[in-house]
């Protein structure tokens, strides 16, 4: 999926191996989805993962380069950081 004109996203995650388990957090935390709402839980997680398989995320600031792909987004929240790790 490539960026579109107007799309602010600049980093964006495949998690749709880890659909299942984010679904039944967010149940298990009642207070950050409400368990009946109609949107997040009506989907089954096997179409998320072919309609929708990713998180996005917008950098709003970096002390390092962004590293994008092919398609325009950066693929690795961590890319950059090894270098500036301290103890």
Sequence with gaps: MRRVRGDETTTRIAVGD???????????????????????????????REIYPFEDYVLMQS?????????????DLFAGIEGLLTR
Excluded: C, M, N
Aim: glycine share 6%.
């Design 63 to 75: 002390h390092v380069p962004l590293k994008r792909g092919t398609d325009g987004y950066e693929h």
């Design 18 to 48: 880890e659909l299942a388990i984010a679904q039944r957090a967010l149940i298990a935390h009642g207070s950050q989805v409400a368990t009946d709402d109609p949107w997040f839980f009506s989907v089954p997680v096997e179409v998320l």
